[in-house]
């Protein structure tokens, strides 16, 4: 079973930097993509950054410039680092990852999502 796990987020003011982890935990299993949503109350999902295959990064518009995401394959991590914070990225962050298992079958997988605030 393959489980993601944030950390990081918490209480910045504007202006302020963070950084979230994420952990991908299991065995027998292979990234497609993996990345960054955000959700703010009585709004959808919005992606934030994506490793698609190949190596592809995208971006929201909103974070272009201000935000960075990155990887460390080995240990089966994701970073995003969040510079020039603004309070409307307030938002719970989720990790997610399209997942390839053993068998063959390629899920989707959300961690349970992590709360950034930005106020001051």
């Known amino acids: 079973q393959v489980q993601l796990v944030e950390s990081g987020g918490g209480l910045v003011q504007p202006g302020g930097s963070l950084r979230l982890s994420c952990a991908a935990s299991g065995s027998g299993f292979r990234v497609v993509t993996i990345g960054w949503y955000r959700q703010t109350p009585g709004k959808q999902r919005e992606l934030v950054a994506l490793?698609?295959?190949?190596?592809?990064?995208n971006y929201a518009d909103s974070v272009k410039g201000r935000f960075a995401i990155s990887r460390d394959n080995a240990k089966n991590l994701v970073f995003l680092q969040m510079n020039s914070l603004k309070p409307e990225d307030t938002a719970v962050y989720y990790c997610n990852a399209d997942i390839t298992t053993e068998g063959g079958y390629t899920f989707r997988y959300w961690g349970q999502g992590t709360q950034v605030t930005v106020s001051s």
């Open positions: 490793f698609r295959s190949g190596g592809i990064t």
